[in-house]
C-alpha cells in the first residue's frame, strides 16, 4: 500500500483550507523563514532534550543531533517555499519525513506535541518582529498539514508491513481491528 501523496496534499489543502493567498505570504516571508529556522531549530531540540524518552533518541547515535539540526532548518524553511509550490515534490518530501520517523520507532505522542512547540516558538517570534496574523495562519496550516503526513505515515507503514509480512488482505486486518476494537472499553 503506497499513498498517492500528492492526491493526500490536495486533500489536506482543502481539509485546512490552505489557500493561494496562504501560499503567496509564506514565499513573500522565505528569507525571514531561513533566517529563524536555526533558532527553531534550537527551540525544538531543546524541547524535546527535556523528555527523557525523547532525548534518548535525538541523542541515540554519534552525529544524530547534527543531522537532526540540518533537517529541521532545511524543512522550516520549506513550509515557506513550498519546494515546487507545495505540488508532488514537496507532497513526497512530507511523506519520506514520516516514513523516517516511524523507521526510527518514533509514536505520535512524541510528534503531536513537538510540533505543537513549533508553533507556539514561531507564535511568540512572529508577535516579537511585528509579523501579520494571516502569516500566523498560514504558518498554522501548514504546520498542520506537515504533522498529517506524518502521522498518516504511522498507520500507512505500519499496516502495509503487516500486510507485507503476514500475507493478509487488506479487508482481513480491517475486520481484525474492527472486531478487536471492539471488545475494547
Ligand atoms: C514537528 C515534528 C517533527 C518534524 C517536523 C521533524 C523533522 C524531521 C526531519 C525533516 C527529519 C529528516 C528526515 C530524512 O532524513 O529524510 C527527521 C528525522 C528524524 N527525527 Fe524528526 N521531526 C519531528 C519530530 C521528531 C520527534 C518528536 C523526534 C524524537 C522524539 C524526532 C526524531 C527524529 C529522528 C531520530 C530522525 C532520524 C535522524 C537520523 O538521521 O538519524 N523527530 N525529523
Known amino acids: 500500500m503506497t499513498m498517492d501523496t500528492l492526491a493526500f496534499m490536495t486533500t489536506m489543502e482543502n481539509r485546512f483550507s490552505f489557500s493561494a493567498e496562504d501560499k503567496s505570504i509564506l514565499q513573500a516571508n ?10 527553531m531549530a534550537e527551540h525544538f531540540y531543546g524541547y524535546l532534550g527535556c523528555d527523557t524518552e525523547m532525548n534518548a533518541i535525538i541523542n541515540a547515535s554519534e552525529g544524530r543531533i547534527q543531522r537532526l539540526t540540518d533537517t529541521f532548518i532545511k524543512w522550516f524553511a520549506e513550509m515557506f517555499t513550498g519546494i515546487d509550490d507545495w505540488g508532488a515534490v514537496y507532497a513526497h518530501r512530507r511523506w519520506q519525513i514520516g516514513v523516517v520517523h516511524v523507521k526510527v520507532g518514533i509514536q505520535p505522542q512524541h ?47 505500519s499496516t502495509s ?25
Open 111 to 157: 510528534i503531536v506535541p513537538a510540533m505543537s512547540t513549533v508553533i507556539h516558538e514561531v507564535a511568540k517570534k512572529l508577535k516579537a518582529e511585528g509579523k501579520s496574523e494571516e502569516l500566523k495562519d498560514a504558518l498554522g496550516r501548514i504546520c498542520m498539514i506537515d504533522l498529517a503526513f506524518i502521522e498518516q505515515s504511522y498507520v500507512d507503514v
Open 30 to 39: 522565505a528569507a525571514w523563514g531561513a533566517e529563524i529556522a536555526a533558532e
Open 161 to 185: 508491513a503487516v500486510l507485507k509480512e503476514t500475507g493478509w488482505s487488506s479487508a482481513l486486518l480491517k475486520r481484525l481491528i474492527s472486531t478487536g476494537a471492539a471488545s475494547i472499553n
